[in-house]
């Protein structure tokens, strides 16, 4: 899936926004890959991850189907990321989201000593990446770089709304709602937390950064992209 | 996707959630209804919304009289007050919207999340996209404009003319009824979906002219083109198609980068070379 490749934004607000994935290869390396990925999720959590995710299952932050009505004066909004690491029961994709590069080195020298077999990618800028990598002391086996959007382009949104709603990669945040949470924002009606709270929710495979979304709600608070 | 009319409350918190902008409420019957056409089945509102279970009659009548007074109540704006959204059997050939636009569905032909891809992100593995290689993912429909197959379609057919290779291990690749053409099944051609990724790769000497191609087709349909390139490294780390890519006139700052750890299991090696040892 290419759900992290085309995050929209600037350099600015993409240079501290990294996931790191590991991926079990069908036939090559997928049967006994579940104890590498909850070790894999495990390993990340100490360093200070923004978000979990398992894209069988979900992320960090999830939806309740049984709220009661007192939900809407108080809610439960942190992540849990023990539910993510032993809800993982088939070989799918996890994925760790930091929003420093220190988490993101030490993370990736960790998982090299491990040495769990299985892929590991990290979804970054090019140069940070690389910066990383250069870091650790790894060489870079391959790279897959975004070259943007074509096509109809004025059916996309404007750059807070495209910024919010490319975290997501598989399209669960839609334009409205991101529009919506912008204006929210804006009217003092929720927080940019509570705002990326929501976000967060839809987000079914956990790479939504809520970090770096509170800075583009910030942002949006004070003046239109 | 429906929403069931004996529950719904006209809240409208659904409405700003479906992707595809597919529910609005209903003036007439003043229930949230979805354009089952422009619905793409992605389960967004039924999985990723909150539900409450209130009685709908209380609900409707408590929001009936606040409406007398203009009182706005202020609920979770990613919350169904009676959970109302309703998941139907899916036939074929509906049930491949499903396929390609929710994520947690792994697809039959890959066994893969999402859009059913592994692309270079396993390439440390299987060694796809070799040193005189270009990948290229082709995505449609994202973010959250959605694409219809015949459109896919326009590129896929495209593509076959230029002597790409088609990556066998991918959703719309298992849905084609003739890799050499590109096209795909005509039963789900007027299928919407939320995305699907065409994958291939070509060497890199064809890479520029597959890259104009891409441009040239993408222009003339009514969706978003998101087009990745990816490339195997040289030992320390560097590629050629990143200065092709400048010198096509692309400019990027973001992408994926294998870190090289993958390797097949024990078990899977021997399988290989055994396969090998058949084949030679």
């Known amino acids: 899936m290419t759900n992290t490749l085309h995050r929209y934004g600037n350099e600015r607000n993409l240079s501290n926004d990294f996931i790191v994935f590991a991926i079990p290869c069908r036939g090559y390396n997928d049967k006994d890959s579940v104890p590498k990925l909850k070790r894999f999720l495990r ?69 090299q000593k491990e040495d769990l077999g299985l892929s590991i990618n990290i979804s970054a800028l090019i140069d940070r990446a690389q910066e990383c990598c250069d870091d650790v002391g790894i060489a870079r086996h391959s790279v897959e770089y975004s070259l943007g959007f074509m096509g109809q382009t004025d059916r996309l ?42 976000f967060s929710r839809f987000c079914s495979c956990g790479i939504f950064n809520p970090t770096r979304a509170k800075e583009i709600l910030e942002e949006a608070r004070r003046r239109n992209s | 996707m429906i929403i069931d009319p004996k529950k ?11 992707p595809m902008g597919a529910i609005h409420i209903n003036p007439e019957t003043k229930r949230a209804t979805v354009n089952q056409d422009e619905c793409v089945e992605c389960y967004t509102c039924f999985r990723g919304m909150s539900t409450e279970h209130l009685n709908p009659t209380m609900v409707r009548t408590i929001r009936k009289i606040g409406s007398w007074f203009r009182w706005r109540f202020d609920p979770e704006p990613d919350v169904c007050p009676t959970a109302a959204i309703t998941e139907q059997e899916l036939a074929w050939p509906r049930i491949v919207r499903r396929a390609f636009s929710d994520p ?11 859009r059913g891809t592994e692309e270079v992100k396993t390439n440390d593995v299987t060694n796809r996209v070799g040193p005189n290689d270009a990948g290229f993912t082709v995505e449609f429909g994202r973010p959250t404009v959605g694409v219809r197959f015949w459109q896919i379609q326009e590129m896929t057919t495209a593509l076959a003319r230029m002597g790409i290779e088609f990556e066998k291990r ?6 084609m009824t003739d890799t050499t053409t590109g096209e795909i099944r005509t039963d789900i051609l007027n299928e919407k979906i939320l995305s699907a990724i065409v994958e291939f790769k070509t060497t890199l000497a064809n890479a520029p002219a597959v890259l104009q191609k891409i441009k040239e087709v993408a222009r003339a349909l009514d969706t978003i083109v998101a087009v990745g390139a990816a490339a195997r490294c040289d030992e320390q780390g560097e590629n050629r198609l990143e200065e092709l890519l400048i010198r096509e006139g692309f400019t990027f700052n973001r992408g994926k980068t294998n870190l090289g750890l993958g390797r097949p299991s024990p078990s899977a090696e021997m399988e290989i070379a055994q396969a090998r040892a058949t084949v030679g």
């Open chain 2, 170 to 175: 991918n959703p719309v690749t298992s849905l």
């Open chain 1, 157 to 198: 949104a404007d750059r807070q709304v495209m910024e919010l709603s490319t975290m997501c990669g598989h399209g669960m945040i839609s334009f409205n709602f991101a529009r919506k949470m912008i204006d929210w924002v804006k009217e003092g009606r929720r927080t940019p937390e509570q705002a990326c709270n929501y």
């Open chain 1, 43 to 111: 390993t990340a959590t100490k360093y200070n991850p923004v978000n979990l995710g398992d894209g069988s299952h979900g992320g960090a932050y999830r939806p309740s189907k049984n709220l009661n009505p007192t939900a809407h004066w108080s809610r439960e909004n942190k992540p849990d990321f023990e539910t993510v690491i032993e809800g993982v029961d088939t070989p799918t994709t996890v994925a760790a989201v930091f929003d420093n590069i220190r988490a993101v080195e030490e993370f990736v020298a960790e998982l």
């Open chain 2, 8 to 18: 719904c409350v006209a809240c409208g918190n659904c409405v700003a959630v479906c």
């Open chain 2, 104 to 114: 947690v569905v792994p697809h039959e032909s890959t066994g893969v999340h999402g």
